[in-house]
C-alpha cells in the first residue's frame, strides 16, 4: 500500500517514514543472522566435520550440502539486501510513502520460504511440497520488493543513472531472473526427482548464478556507491565497472554452457577490473571515516578484494586439476567466506547500525575480532581443502575441522556485535 504524500513531506511524515523502514530492515536483519547462524554456518560445521570424518566429500547428503548454501545466500546474504533495499527507499526522491504493508508482506513470505527450503531440504519431510511451496513464495515476496523499488523511481530520473545504480539494478533484475529460475527447478525436481537435491550440475549452476548474478554485483555497485565516502578511495571508473559486470555475465553463460575455461578466464578478468576501477588497492586519496568503526576498516575492505582474484584463481586451477572437489570447493569458499561474507562483516559493522535506528555499534574491538577470526579461518581452509580432499596431505583431514570453528566463533562475534547494538539505544536518546 504506498499513498501519496498530501501537501509536501511533512517532518512527521518523514520521521514516521524512517521510523517504519528502520524497523523492518531491523526484521531483515535479525532474521538473516538466524539464518546466518543456525541453518547456515552450524550446518556447514556440521557437514565439514562430516566430510573430515568419513575423508571424503561423496559421504555428505547433497541435499544438506545444498540446504547450507541456500540459507547462506537466500537466507542470511538475501535477507540483508532485501532489508537494505528497502530501507534505501526512503532515501530516494520520491513522492510515495514508504510501501509499509508490502515490506512487512515481502519480509514474511521471505522468511518462510526459506524457512520451508530449509526444512524440506534438511528432513526431508514432504519435500515435494515443500521445495516448490518455498520456491514460489521467495518469488513472491522478491515481487513485492521489485514492484516497490519501481514504484519508487524519482519522477524526474537524472539525465543519466549513475553506475553504481546501473550495477545494483541489473543485479536486482538477476535476483528476479534467479528466483523464477530457481522456482522452476524446485518444481521439476518434485515433480521427476527421487530427493529434495537438485542434479550435481544443475546446483553447481545456479550456485554460480546467485553468487556471481546477485551477490558480486551487488556488492560492486554498493563498493562503488560507498567507498570513496567510507575509505576515502578514488572515485570509481564507471565504463570499467561496467566492463566487469559485462565480464561476469559471460563468466555466468560460460558455465551454463558448460564452456569452464571460457568462465574461468571471464572471472578472472571481471575481479581484476573492479579491483582497477573500484581503486580499491591504490591509496585513498582522502581520509577514511572511522568514527564508530575499528580503524582497520579500510585493510579489510581491500582483503576481501584479494580473496575475490583468489578464488578466480583457484577456478582456473580447479579446471585444470580438481580430481575430488577440493580445488572447486576452496574456490567457492573463497568467493562466499572470503570476499561476500568479508564484506558483509566490515560493511555491515559500518552501515547497519545506522540503518537500524541509529545507532552506534556496540564493540569496535568485537568488529576487529570477527573480521581477523573470519579471514584466518577462511585461509586455513582454503589452503586445507585441496590438500585434504584430492589426496595431497592426509594430515589436513584432521585440520580442516578447526578452520571451521575457528569461522563459527567469527559468525558467533558478528551477529554477537550486531545484536549488543541492536540492543542498545539508539545514540539520541541515550
Ligand atoms: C562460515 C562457515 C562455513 C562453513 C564451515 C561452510 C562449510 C561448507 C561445506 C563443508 C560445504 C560442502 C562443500 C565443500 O566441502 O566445499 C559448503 C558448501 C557451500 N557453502 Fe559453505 N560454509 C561456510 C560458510 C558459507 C557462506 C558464508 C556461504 C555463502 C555466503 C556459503 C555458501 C556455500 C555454498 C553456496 C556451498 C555449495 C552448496 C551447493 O553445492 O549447493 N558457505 N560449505
Same mark, same amino acid.
Not at 264 to 271: C, E, H
Not at 272 to 284: G, N, Q
Not at 287 to 306: D, G, N, W
Not at 357 to 372: A, E, F, P
Given at each position: 500500500m504506498?499513498l501519496?504524500?498530501?501537501?509536501?513531506?511533512?517532518?512527521?511524515?518523514?520521521?514516521? /517514514?524512517?521510523?517504519?523502514?528502520?524497523?523492518l530492515?531491523t526484521?531483515?536483519?535479525?532474521s538473516? &543472522?538466524?539464518f /546466518?547462524?543456525?541453518?547456515?554456518?552450524?550446518?556447514?560445521?556440521?557437514?565439514?566435520?562430516?566430510i573430515? +570424518?568419513?575423508?571424503t566429500?561423496?559421504?555428505?547428503?547433497?541435499?544438506?550440502?545444498?540446504?547450507?548454501?541456500q540459507? +547462506?545466500?537466500?537466507? @542470511?546474504?538475501?535477507?540483508?539486501i532485501?532489508g537494505?533495499?528497502?530501507?534505501?527507499?526512503?532515501? /530516494?526522491?520520491?513522492?510515495?510513502?514508504?510501501?509499509?504493508r508490502?515490506?512487512?508482506?515481502?519480509?514474511?513470505?521471505?522468511?518462510?520460504?526459506?524457512?520451508l527450503?530449509?526444512?524440506?531440504?534438511?528432513?526431508?519431510?514432504?519435500?515435494?511440497?515443500?521445495?516448490?511451496?518455498?520456491?514460489l513464495l521467495?518469488l513472491?515476496?522478491?515481487?513485492?520488493?521489485?514492484?516497490?523499488?519501481?514504484?519508487h523511481r524519482?519522477?524526474?530520473?537524472?539525465?543519466?543513472?549513475?553506475?553504481?545504480?546501473?550495477?545494483?539494478?541489473?543485479?536486482?533484475?538477476?535476483?528476479?531472473?534467479?528466483?523464477?529460475?530457481?522456482?522452476?527447478?524446485?518444481?521439476?525436481?518434485?515433480?521427476?526427482?527421487?530427493?529434495?537435491?537438485l542434479?550435481h550440475?544443475?546446483?553447481q549452476q545456479?550456485?554460480?548464478?546467485?553468487?556471481?548474478?546477485?551477490l558480486?554485483?551487488?556488492?560492486?555497485?554498493?563498493?562503488?556507491r560507498?567507498?570513496?565516502?567510507?575509505?576515502g =578511495?578514488?572515485?570509481p571508473?564507471?565504463?570499467?565497472?561496467?566492463?566487469?559486470y559485462?565480464?561476469s555475465?559471460?563468466?555466468?553463460?560460460a558455465?551454463?554452457?558448460?564452456?569452464?575455461?571460457?568462465?574461468?578466464?571471464a572471472?578472472?578478468?571481471?575481479?581484476?577490473?573492479?579491483?582497477?576501477?573500484?581503486?580499491? @588497492?591504490?591509496?585513498a586519496?582522502?581520509?577514511a571515516?572511522?568514527?564508530?568503526?575499528?580503524?582497520?576498516?579500510?585493510?579489510?575492505?581491500?582483503?576481501?578484494?584479494?580473496?575475490?582474484?583468489?578464488?578466480?584463481v583457484?577456478?582456473?586451477a580447479a579446471?585444470?586439476?580438481?580430481?575430488?572437489?577440493?580445488?572447486?570447493?576452496?574456490? *567457492?569458499?573463497?568467493?562466499?567466506?572470503?570476499?561476500?561474507?568479508? /564484506?558483509?562483516?566490515?560493511?555491515? +559493522?559500518?552501515?547497519l547500525?545506522?540503518?537500524?535506528? &541509529?545507532?552506534?555499534?556496540?564493540?569496535?574491538?568485537?568488529m576487529? @575480532?570477527?573480521?581477523?577470526?573470519?579471514?584466518?579461518?577462511?585461509?586455513l *581452509?582454503?589452503?586445507?581443502e585441496p590438500?585434504?580432499?584430492?589426496?595431497y @596431505?592426509?594430515?589436513?583431514?584432521k585440520?580442516?575441522?578447526?578452520?571451521? =570453528?575457528?569461522?563459527?566463533?567469527?559468525?558467533?562475534?558478528?551477529?554477537?556485535?550486531?545484536?549488543?547494538?541492536?540492543?542498545?539505544?539508539?545514540?539520541?536518546?541515550?
Amino acid at each position: 500500500m504506498t499513498l501519496p504524500v498530501q501537501q509536501g513531506n511533512s517532518d512527521a511524515t518523514r520521521i514516521a /517514514m524512517e521510523q517504519h523502514s528502520q524497523r523492518l530492515v531491523t526484521a531483515f536483519i535479525v532474521s538473516g &543472522m538466524l539464518f /546466518m547462524l543456525l541453518p547456515g554456518t552450524f550446518l556447514g560445521v556440521w557437514n565439514l566435520i562430516g566430510i573430515s +570424518q568419513q575423508r571424503t566429500l561423496n559421504s555428505l547428503s547433497p541435499a544438506w550440502l545444498q540446504a547450507h548454501g541456500q540459507a +547462506q545466500i537466500f537466507g @542470511w546474504i538475501g535477507s540483508f539486501i532485501l532489508g537494505i533495499g528497502f530501507y534505501s527507499l526512503t532515501k /530516494m526522491q520520491s513522492t510515495l510513502r514508504f510501501p509499509v504493508r508490502a515490506g512487512w508482506t515481502s519480509w514474511a513470505l521471505w522468511t518462510l520460504g526459506i524457512a520451508l527450503r530449509w526444512i524440506g531440504g534438511v528432513t526431508g519431510w514432504q519435500w515435494k511440497i515443500l521445495l516448490p511451496l518455498s520456491g514460489l513464495l521467495e518469488l513472491v515476496a522478491f515481487l513485492f520488493f521489485f514492484h516497490s523499488v519501481r514504484r519508487h523511481r524519482p519522477e524526474q530520473p537524472a539525465q543519466r543513472a549513475e553506475t553504481w545504480m546501473v550495477v545494483v539494478m541489473a543485479a536486482t533484475t538477476a535476483f528476479l531472473v534467479a528466483l523464477i529460475v530457481n522456482v522452476i527447478a524446485l518444481a521439476h525436481l518434485a515433480l521427476y526427482g527421487t530427493s529434495p537435491a537438485l542434479p550435481h550440475v544443475l546446483d553447481q549452476q545456479l550456485v554460480v548464478l546467485f553468487v556471481w548474478g546477485i551477490l558480486v554485483p551487488t556488492i560492486w555497485g554498493f563498493n562503488a556507491r560507498w567507498l570513496p565516502v567510507f575509505a576515502g =578511495f578514488r572515485k570509481p571508473n564507471g565504463n570499467r565497472l561496467l566492463l566487469a559486470y559485462g565480464c561476469s555475465l559471460a563468466g555466468i553463460a560460460a558455465v551454463f554452457a558448460q564452456w569452464l575455461p571460457i568462465a574461468a578466464v571471464a572471472f578472472l578478468f571481471a575481479s581484476l577490473l573492479a579491483v582497477d576501477a573500484l581503486h580499491v @588497492w591504490e591509496p585513498a586519496v582522502q581520509p577514511a571515516k572511522l568514527l564508530h568503526v575499528h580503524a582497520s576498516f579500510p585493510i579489510f575492505i581491500r582483503i576481501t578484494y584479494i580473496w575475490l582474484v583468489v578464488s578466480c584463481v583457484l577456478t582456473g586451477a580447479a579446471v585444470l586439476y580438481d580430481r575430488a572437489g577440493g580445488i572447486w570447493g576452496a574456490s *567457492r569458499h573463497a568467493l562466499t567466506v572470503g570476499f561476500v561474507a568479508g /564484506m558483509v562483516f566490515v560493511i555491515g +559493522q559500518r552501515i547497519l547500525p545506522a540503518f537500524c535506528g &541509529m545507532r552506534v555499534l556496540w564493540s569496535t574491538r568485537l568488529m576487529l @575480532w570477527s573480521l581477523l577470526l573470519l579471514h584466518v579461518g577462511c585461509a586455513l *581452509r582454503v589452503a586445507l581443502e585441496p590438500l585434504a580432499y584430492e589426496g595431497y @596431505w592426509n594430515f589436513a583431514w584432521k585440520l580442516l575441522p578447526f578452520s571451521a =570453528f575457528v569461522e563459527l566463533t567469527a559468525v558467533i562475534l558478528f551477529a554477537l556485535n550486531i545484536a549488543g547494538t541492536l540492543l542498545r539505544p539508539p545514540a539520541h536518546l541515550r
